[in-house]
């Protein structure tokens, strides 16, 4: 089975702060994404790498950036953490462009005071 | 550019009822059709998806879903539901070959006993 592991499922930080959200899938997925998740807006795309070190920006990229140095690891950082980034924070890695299913994992909700 | 609607944010449902979820896309080009279903304090997990061939397709725990391209829907059902089906259920759409997905706000359905 697919796994996609997050490395806090909850976050509490400051506002100011930089956050690391780390990611790591076990079956050598060539695509990785970083969704938020928001009630009533349902899933928004922040960043998406279709390869090491190869990103891309998703809808809603402003205040996030992201690192991918292996295959298996995409982080998600805001460099200086907000109010409005209090959310659920989705991972999902896929193995091909197009049909293939996105694998997700558990989610981290972040919240900043 | 794509989009997804799904037309009902809440479903309540008595057990062993049918529901249907409905699901809407917009699109100038082909595309894939997916639906996922989140259950609490979890990630998102495939129920189904839409490729090609034979319009009504058969998922997971039950569900099924219909394309019709006239009418730009993809619903979900199921004959009898359980009150385990209660969860989040997010309709997705994909260009062919592409990267991002396009997820709609969600239906929150409510399996009462």
């Known amino acids: 089975d697919v796994k996609v592991t997050q490395s806090s499922r909850y976050l509490v930080k400051r506002t100011g702060e930089k956050v690391f959200l780390e990611c790591v899938q076990d079956?050598?997925?060539?695509?990785m994404f970083w969704y938020r998740q928001d009630p009533g807006l349902g899933l928004r795309l922040i960043y998406f790498s279709y390869d090491v070190k190869m990103k891309e920006k998703g809808d809603i990229p402003e205040g996030y950036s992201v690192s991918r140095e292996k295959k298996e690891r995409f982080s998600l950082i805001l460099e200086s953490a907000s109010t409005n980034q209090t959310s659920m924070y989705l991972c999902?890695?896929?193995?091909?462009?197009?049909?293939?299913?996105?694998?997700f994992g558990p989610g981290t909700r972040l919240t900043v005071t | 550019a794509q989009s997804v609607t799904q037309l009902d944010s809440q479903v309540p449902v008595f057990e062993e009822a049918p529901v249907e979820l409905r699901c809407n896309y917009s699109s100038s080009v082909s595309v894939y059709l997916f639906w996922y279903v989140q259950y609490p304090n979890q990630g998102l997990q495939l129920l189904l998806k839409y490729l090609s061939g034979s319009t009504l397709v058969k998922g997971i725990n039950g569900f099924e879903a219909e394309f019709n391209k006239s009418q730009t829907s993809f619903h979900l059902r199921k004959p009898s539901v359980h009150i385990s089906d209660t969860a989040e259920y997010f309709c997705a759409v994909i260009n062919t070959g592409g990267f991002k997905t396009i997820f709609g706000a969600g239906t929150r359905l409510f399996v009462k006993a």
């Open positions: 079956m050598d997925h060539e695509n």
């Open positions: 999902a890695s896929s193995p091909y462009r197009g049909d293939s299913e996105q694998y």
